[in-house]
Structure formats: structure tokens, C-alpha cells
């Protein structure tokens, strides 16, 4: 095997990902597959597109253009989002930082990288389910089956929890609690940071009836969701997940045209946040039960509500808005740019 170039690179992306991340920095798994995902990445556009052996690449290599390079064929060549070249960018300074705390080296080329901007994103729309296009595709998985019935709870407990997919990956059976007075769920969210969601009546049945079919013995310590493969039982994958909301969403898209075109997990978060949020639960709660670190982050569900201000705007003017004609119809009515121009938006 040829031997490396230098080795400080990799010995310190080791330590990285097997003692600072997970020992000094709590990370949980997940976060830490997100930062060896992110450098992987990397690593496989350096030789695959710059034609540059891994034993060859050093810290001289992995300069700002090479990283500008890499993050200009994230966008293009993988269409991946602003956002998600954001996160790659975040990664790559995260380990460059601790590196050059490592080796005082290096700090020229954490220097060096800082050259390379963060992008600017655009406002984005919060993409949800109306509750008609929700109750549609509840109606699609055939209960008549084990995996309807799997499928249909793990949906139903994704919106009544309004968690991450990750986090109802992650459940064991032991970490819903069915029996308390309020029932709940215990998640671990980012960063390793746990929290408890109450939930509804309706959805402790199709626990039980869930529970009663999967696991049927004494199966407190296994994951809540899992798949059978060659006789061995294992978490259920994102991809699993992915597939079966797919399929129901085309299949309800047929009946319902409100339907989003691509149905998966996230939906479920941001549509119980939505109708959360337009039921009354101030934002500052609304933050706290999604688990968020930041309240701006949050603020993406009331700057997504249009028809909550239309309501606003509606109980201000009354019927006595000169805008309206004698039908009582707002002749701005459907029209939101109208709406922003009006009410100093635009």
C-alpha cells in the first residue's frame, strides 16, 4: 500500500471524529456521521474530480479554491441546496478549527479557508399538508396488513410529535410512555438533547394495537420501528421510510390535488407546526416542543402562515373596509402581493 504523503491530515480527522466529537463534545451519532459524511464527500471530489490521490492529499491540497471548487459541484453537479452546501462549509471550518488548535501548522490553512463565504440564502416557503390532504394520505396504508398498519402508526406519530425522522428512528419501545397520566414520548434531538412530547389519546391506541402485532414479548430495550433482514432484526432506514411516504403520496395525490408533490418525513414537522401554530401556540412554545436550539428558527412557520394574516387583516377592517365590494368579498382576496403592498410588506 502506498504511504501517505503526510499523515497529519488523517491522524487528526481520526482523532476528530473518534475523541473530540463523541468525548469532548457529547456529539451523538448522527451529528458525527454527518461530519465523517461531510469529509468523505470531500475526499471522493478531490480524487474522483481533481484526479488526486487520497495518499497524496495534505492540507496543501485542501486550500480555499480547492474547497470553493468542491462546494460550487455540491450545488451544480449534485444540485444539492444553499443549504446544504452551507452545512458541508460548516463541517470543513468545524474540523479545520479544531485542527488548527492541534497544530499550530495549520492555522494558516484554517486562515486560508475563511476566504470562503458562507451563501446566502433565500427566504424560503415552509412547504405543509393541509389537514384535508393529511387525513388523505392517513386514509392510504391498507390496515388490513402488518406493514399498513406500521406504516400508518409511524406517520400518525410523526405528526402528533411533530419530530424529526431521526428521532422516531431512534425510539425504543421503552421510551413511550403510554401508561402515565399524560402520555408521552421521550425524544433525543440534536446534539444529544432530550425532550418529552405529549401525546394524543387517539394516537396511544394505535401504539398498543402497533405494539401488540411487533412486539409482543417482553421488547422494552428494541427500536420502536425496525425491519427483518436474513432473520435479524434492525432499525428501520430513512431510505425504508422514504419509500413507503412516496408511495402514499402519489397515491393520495390522486384523490386529493392539495397533496404535495413529494411527500416526505419533514412534512409531517412542519405541517403539525403550521397547525399547531394557527391553533394558538405561541412560538416561544411552539420552539421549545420542536426541540429548537434558537427561536429564529421557528420564526419560519409565522412568517409562512398567509392565511393567519389574511385572518388578521380581516378582523381589523371589518366590513367597513373600502376595499370590499357589496358582496363582502376582499377584492384583494387570493392575491398576496396585493396584501404585502397594502400592509408595508413590499
Not at 478549527?97 to 433565500?122: C, H, I, N, S
Not at 431521526?166 to 440534536?190: M, Q, W, Y
Amino acid at each position: 500500500m502506498k504511504k501517505l504523503k503526510d499523515n497529519t491530515l488523517f491522524r487528526l480527522i481520526r482523532d476528530y471524529l473518534s475523541v473530540y466529537l463523541p468525548d469532548q463534545r457529547c456529539c451523538s451519532p448522527n451529528t458525527i456521521k454527518s461530519y465523517r459524511e461531510t469529509l468523505n464527500q470531500l475526499f471522493d471530489f478531490v480524487t474522483a474530480e481533481k484526479n488526486i490521490s487520497l495518499t497524496d492529499v495534505t492540507f496543501d491540497i485542501l486550500n480555499s479554491q480547492m474547497i470553493s471548487d468542491y462546494l460550487n459541484w455540491l450545488e451544480k453537479a449534485c444540485r444539492c441546496s444553499v443549504s446544504t452546501r452551507n452545512q458541508r462549509l460548516a463541517g470543513i471550518r468545524s474540523f479545520f478549527k479544531y485542527a488548527g488548535r492541534m497544530e499550530l501548522v495549520v492555522t494558516v490553512f484554517q486562515k486560508d479557508l475563511e476566504k470562503v463565504p458562507f451563501k446566502k440564502t433565500g427566504s424560503k416557503t415552509v412547504d405543509f399538508m393541509t389537514e384535508e390532504a393529511l387525513k388523505t394520505v392517513l386514509a392510504q396504508p391498507d390496515t388490513s396488513t402488518k406493514a399498513g398498519i406500521r406504516d400508518l402508526f409511524f406517520m400518525i406519530l410523526m405528526y402528533d410529535t411533530g419530530a424529526r425522522n431521526r428521532e422516531i428512528l431512534d425510539l425504543r419501545v421503552k421510551d413511550f410512555d403510554a401508561n402515565s397520566k399524560t402520555p408521552c414520548v421521550h425524544l433525543t434531538g440534536k446534539g444529544n438533547k432530550k425532550r418529552i412530547v405529549p401525546v394524543m389519546a387517539k394516537t396511544v391506541e394505535h401504539f398498543r394495537h402497533y405494539v401488540s402485532l411487533y412486539h409482543p414479548g417482553d421488547s422494552s430495550e428494541r427500536y420502536l420501528f425496525y425491519t427483518v433482514r436474513n432473520g435479524i432484526l434492525q432499525p428501520m432506514s430513512d431510505d425504508n421510510v422514504s419509500r413507503f411516504m412516496k408511495k402514499y403520496g402519489r397515491a393520495a395525490k390522486g384523490s386529493c390535488p392539495e397533496v404535495p408533490d413529494n411527500l416526505h418525513p419533514h412534512l409531517f414537522r412542519h405541517s403539525r407546526s403550521i397547525h399547531l401554530y394557527r391553533s394558538g401556540m405561541p412560538l416561544a412554545l411552539l420552539s421549545e416542543w420542536l426541540g429548537h436550539a434558537q427561536l429564529e428558527t421557528t420564526m419560519i412557520y409565522a412568517y409562512a402562515d398567509t392565511e393567519m394574516k389574511r385572518d388578521a387583516i380581516q378582523k381589523a377592517t371589518g366590513n367597513h373596509n373600502p376595499l370590499m365590494g357589496n358582496d363582502q368579498i376582499p377584492i384583494w382576496k387570493g392575491d398576496d402581493q396585493i396584501i404585502r403592498k397594502l400592509y408595508g410588506l413590499k
